[in-house]
């Protein structure tokens, strides 16, 4: 009895592991309970409950028995994570890999998840400005086109740093979308031939929260209520905060 209990405790730390990494990467609700509940039943649980929000994500095990809730404090985007997770639980319910196996990659991948070197991800933010200005106005110039690359690299620069110092996500977003609006300012005063609504609306991409909405409408279609609307209302505020952002600085130079 008491060794049945170990390993279902050893159950509900892997699997709340798997969840928790899930939700820090942005997946979607249904698939952070399908895959817990993957790894549950494949290591032998008959009938594992699991409840997952954006903050939090709580495991029953043994007919309510054994139950245990793991709060989530940071949320980013990090597909590549979500997807590590989600092939580790596929290998072990293939039976590729042992449950020791997998507690031992779960926590490789918590400590050794690749990210993308910040010079990439400046140029990633500077080529996503300047395409989709291009995308929303259909025009392109040599003046806004490069305008708008620099004011979103160095806009989400600003991001970068503010973010990595701070917890308050909204903001670092406030704050770089008023660095934005200012540098956009700045270079119109340069080149009056430049268009500040060109340039911001390309700038502003690099922060505006798409996958946040995408997954919000997807919790919603699957059903999970809260998870839903809690991250439609993140995705709102992120918008409010770029847009009073911008604004402030518009009113205040008079553009």
């Known amino acids: 009895m008491f060794e049945d209990q170990e390993r279902l405790k050893e159950i509900q730390r892997i699997c709340l592991l798997a969840g928790h990494l899930m939700i820090e990467g942005g997946s979607e609700m249904s698939r952070v309970e399908d895959t817990m509940l993957r790894i549950a039943r494949n290591a032998g649980v008959n009938d594992p409950q699991v409840f997952a929000t954006p903050t939090g994500v709580f495991l029953t095990l043994d007919s309510g028995q054994l139950s245990q809730i793991e709060q989530v404090r940071e949320r980013n985007i990090n597909?590549?994570?979500?997807?590590?997770?989600?092939?580790?639980s596929r290998q072990f319910?293939?039976?590729?890999?042992?449950?020791?196996?997998?507690?031992?990659?779960?926590?490789?991948?918590?400590?050794?998840?690749?990210?993308?070197?910040?010079?990439l991800q400046l140029l990633g933010a500077a080529s996503l400005s300047s395409t989709l200005m291009v995308l929303f106005f259909d025009s392109y110039d040599w003046v806004d086109f490069p305008a708008a690359a620099i004011v979103g690299c160095l806009g989400f620069l600003v991001y970068y740093f503010i973010q990595k110092y701070t917890r308050i996500r909204f903001l670092s977003e406030f704050i770089s979308a008023m660095f934005m609006a200012?540098?956009?300012?700045?270079?119109?005063?340069?080149v009056p031939e430049s268009s500040i609504d060109k340039i911001l609306v390309g700038a502003l991409m690099t922060l505006v929260p798409g996958l946040a909405l995408t997954n919000a409408l997807r919790d919603l279609f699957a059903g999970d209520?809260?998870?839903?609307?809690?991250?439609?209302?993140?995705?709102?505020?992120?918008?409010?905060?770029?847009g009073g952002g911008v604004g402030i600085i518009m009113r205040f130079l008079g553009a």
């Open 93 to 119: 319910a293939s039976k590729k890999i042992t449950l020791q196996e997998l507690d031992q990659k779960l926590h490789d991948v918590a400590t050794n998840t690749a990210a993308f070197p910040l010079w």
């Open 79 to 88: 597909l590549e994570l979500v997807d590590r997770v989600n092939n580790l």
């Open 225 to 242: 209520l809260m998870s839903g609307i809690g991250r439609f209302v993140e995705a709102v505020m992120t918008a409010l905060a770029l």
């Open 182 to 190: 200012g540098l956009t300012y700045f270079l119109h005063m340069l």
